[in-house]
């Protein structure tokens, strides 16, 4: 049975990829990760990922986890069979992120880990979704289950961030690049550029009525977009 890894991103865990850990978990071995365990850097989380897999696997990463995702790829290349990139992004910091970043990192410091979460979740949902109680509820849950370390030392890793333009270059297996229409966070114009960087033709997905968080928000097309990339030939 063929191993596949998904990459949980920023403030979150195995909820956000519940629903295509269980669709496909009866045809691959499914390994869902998430960053929780004090790694400050993306080269930490994606050595914890090499450590973990087989000599060759597929790999998924959404948000965060796409940036883990990259830096896998840039060492050890020959072992990923196939990658997936959701939601988002591959630039180096932007001028002025990091003190963005460090607001909300001192409030969750400061009021604990559960105050930010209408201020950082509800802007990752699209504006149709933030009125679903039970979407909304399992998106606070989450972060909620997080810590303000945790927080501290994924950001740390962020803001440290290299750039992946030339990870992007190099891709030579099939890969699926896909983002919510309504993502504000890493817009669907991010990933059209990181598409046209990729060799070959990578599968887009767009998906509609969806923001960030596009496993959780619209679960059947993203489960939909893996099985596709996973049947993708090599």
């Known amino acids: 049975?063929?191993?596949?890894?998904?990459?949980?991103?920023?403030?979150?865990?195995?909820?956000v990829w519940e629903a295509q850990a269980n669709a496909l978990r009866p045809e691959?071995?499914?390994?869902?990760i998430s960053f929780g365990n004090g790694e400050d850097t993306l080269a930490a989380m994606a050595e914890r990922v090499l450590a973990d897999a087989p000599a060759s696997f597929a790999l998924a990463g959404h948000s965060m986890g796409g940036r883990v995702a990259l830096e896998v790829c840039r060492r050890a290349p020959e072992r990923v069979e196939r990658l997936a990139l959701l939601d988002t992004g591959y630039e180096a910091v932007a001028p002025g992120e990091a003190d963005?970043?460090?607001?909300?990192?001192?409030?969750?410091?400061?009021?604990?880990?559960?105050?930010?979460?209408?201020?950082?979740?509800?802007?990752?949902?699209?504006?149709?979704?933030?009125d679903d109680p039970a979407l909304v509820q399992a998106v606070f849950d989450m972060v909620g289950r997080m810590s303000p370390a945790v927080y501290a030392a994924q950001t740390r890793a962020l803001l440290a961030r290299p750039d992946a333009t030339g990870v992007l270059r190099s891709l030579a297996c099939p890969t699926l690049v896909l983002c919510g229409m309504q993502?504000?966070?890493?817009?669907?114009?991010?990933?059209?550029?990181?598409a046209a960087l990729i060799p070959g033709r990578p599968q887009v997905r767009l998906v509609d009525d969806c923001g960030h968080m596009s496993p959780m928000e619209q679960p059947a097309a993203v489960t939909s977009a893996l099985r596709a990339w996973l049947g993708a030939s090599i």
Request: with cysteine.
């Open 183 to 194: 993502d504000a966070w890493s817009p669907p114009e991010r990933h059209e550029r990181m």
């Open 1 to 15: 049975m063929k191993t596949l890894y998904l990459l949980c991103g920023l403030l979150c865990d195995e909820r």
């Open 100 to 130: 963005k970043r460090a607001v909300l990192v001192d409030q969750a410091r400061l009021e604990g880990i559960g105050s930010i979460a209408a201020a950082w979740g509800l802007p990752m949902l699209a504006p149709g979704h933030r």
């Open 28 to 32: 691959y071995h499914v390994r869902v």
